[in-house]
């Protein structure tokens, strides 16, 4: 059974800096593309960004409200991805998804049960 | 970049109507549009991903078509369950996905 467990989560201060982990279990983690999707409370779905298996060449992508502040990583050795959120604004607040994308790299087939990042003063 | 507009916003409906829900993309996307339930309080639930592809497990009472920039899921038969908010998601030569506003499907 695919398990994605976020962790990391809490309140920062605008401007402040937060990693998110993502431990995943149940399929073979190293060939998985994996992605951050958030929610604003009472919003819609945003992708936040992915980042590639190493063998496709391990690179990231990112929406543009948040590239060049989130970071994301992986760690194959104990399958986890992360994300480095960093220069927070109070619109970052929000439930943060893992996802993993499924067979065409184009959707998100499976996903945790969210964290939840609460960017106020 | 593109945007995705999803019609209508909100849909009351019984259970046993026919609903369809429409997704438009600013440009034309190809095939990568996927459809997600999601539930108050719960992680969205991929329904339908290359505009027709049932994921394994959903109900056949899903079933999605369209091409170049109009898309729809249908629902045949509503069934309790199916009460949720649906959003469309699709994903361009770029590398950028985008999500539609999302249609909340209520009971009439």
């Known amino acids: 059974e695919v398990q994605l467990v976020e962790s990391g989560g809490g309140l920062v201060k605008p401007g402040g800096s937060l990693r998110l982990s993502c431990a995943a279990s149940?399929?073979?983690?190293?060939?998985?593309?994996m992605s951050w999707v958030r929610q604003a409370p009472g919003k819609g779905l945003e992708w936040v960004g992915r980042i590639k298996s190493k063998t496709d060449g391990g690179t990231s992508d990112y929406a543009a409200p948040v590239k060049g502040r989130f970071t994301i990583s992986r760690d194959d050795s104990i399958n986890t991805v992360y994300l480095q959120m960093t220069g927070l604004k109070t619109e970052d607040t929000a439930v943060y998804y893992c996802c993993t994308t499924g067979v065409t790299g184009t959707e998100f087939n499976y996903w945790g049960q969210g964290t939840l990042v609460t960017a106020s003063s | 970049d593109i945007h995705m507009t999803q019609s209508p916003s909100t849909l009351s409906a019984s259970v046993g109507d026919r609903v369809t829900i429409t997704c438009r993309a600013s440009?034309?996307?190809?095939?990568?549009l996927a459809w997600y339930q999601q539930i108050p309080g719960k992680a969205p639930k991929l329904l339908i991903y290359?505009?027709?592809t049932l994921e394994s497990g959903v109900p056949s009472r899903f079933s999605g078509s369209g091409s170049g920039t109009e898309f729809t899921l249908t629902i045949s038969s509503l069934q309790p369950d199916d009460f949720a908010t649906y959003y469309c998601?699709?994903?361009?030569?770029?590398?950028?996905?985008?999500f539609g506003q999302g249609t909340k499907l209520e009971i009439k």
């Open positions: 290359k505009t027709s």
């Open positions: 440009q034309s996307i190809s095939s990568w």
């Open positions: 998601q699709q994903y361009n030569s770029y590398s950028q996905y985008t």
């Open positions: 149940g399929f073979t983690f190293r060939n998985a593309w």
